[in-house]
Every structure is written in C-alpha cells, then in structure tokens.
C-alpha cells in the first residue's frame, strides 16, 4: 500500500493529542489537595483587635490619640440617650474646650481639652450628669495647666 502525503500529518497530529493530554493529566495530579492540606490545621484568629472594639471605645482612644490633656465623658444619669436640652447644657458649660464627640448611640458626651474647665462650669456639669473622667495622669499630660489649676486636674465633683 502507498502512503500518501496525509497519512504522515495525520499520525503527527494524533501523537499531539496525546502529548498534550498527557501533560495536563500531569499538571492537574500534581497539584495538592486542598482539604487534605488544610486538615489539622485551626483557623489563626485576627492580629486585628481594632474591629472588635466598640465605637465608644475607638472615639475614646481618638481622643487620647490627640493627646489631650484633659479627657471626661458625660452621661445622663438615668443612662437615656442625651436630648437636646441635655446637649445644649454640655456645649454651654463646654464652649472653650477642643473637642466634644457624640458617643455610645448618643448615651455619652467625650470632651477633650488642654484646659481645665472652670470649678462652676464642672459643678454644672456633675449637677446633671455622670461625669468620668479618663484623663491620662499628670505626668503623661502634654500640657497639664500646672501653673494655675495644679490642685484640680483630677478632680470631679
């Protein structure tokens, strides 16, 4: 029998094929199993605590982030939500400090300044509110007052 000029192309052509089928069954059995690769092994928690912190939390480090010598947080005393006479007495009694943050779903007021308020502003203020304070002690204070209002840094009435 004689061959023909196709008959050669042919036979090359089914041998690629092949070639090429048996390099992709190469290249998929060698890959590693997934689930096999994974077993034994638990889930590492998150480095990431700043997403578990509340948002009362994150505005109160903000506020030491900003290095303020002075940090108080007021709340109603009966812990409802701040109405707008209560906010109307905070920015009053609070019109020269720094910083006032709503906070805790309008539960709480965060001041920050780097001035003491005055005696009367502050006994306005513990008259109607829970007053805390979290400022940081007088040693880490940027700028503590020390000249005047050495005496009533840490004092909340």
Do not use: W
Request: glycine letters at 6%; one cysteine or more; aromatic letters at 6%.
């Amino acid at each position: 029998m004689k061959k023909t000029r196709n008959e050669p192309n042919m036979r090359r052509g089914h041998s690629g094929h092949a070639l090429i089928l048996a390099i992709a069954l190469f290249i998929t059995a060698c890959g590693g199993n997934e689930s096999i690769l994974r077993s034994g092994k638990e889930p590492t928690p998150q480095a990431n605590t700043d997403s578990q912190k509340t948002t009362f939390e994150k505005d109160l480090e903000a506020m030491r982030t900003a290095e303020f010598s002075f940090i108080y947080v007021l709340r109603r005393k009966d812990g409802e939500t701040l109405d707008a006479q209560d906010r109307s007495v905070i920015k009053l009694q609070t019109d020269q400090i720094n910083r006032r943050v709503t906070a805790d779903d309008g539960r709480a007021v965060i001041l920050g300044s780097n001035f003491l308020l005055t005696d009367r502003n502050m006994a306005v203020l513990n008259e109607r509110f829970a007053v805390e304070n979290f400022s940081p002690s007088p040693s880490t204070a940027i700028n503590s007052n020390a000249n005047t209002n050495a005496g009533n840094q840490n004092i909340v009435r």
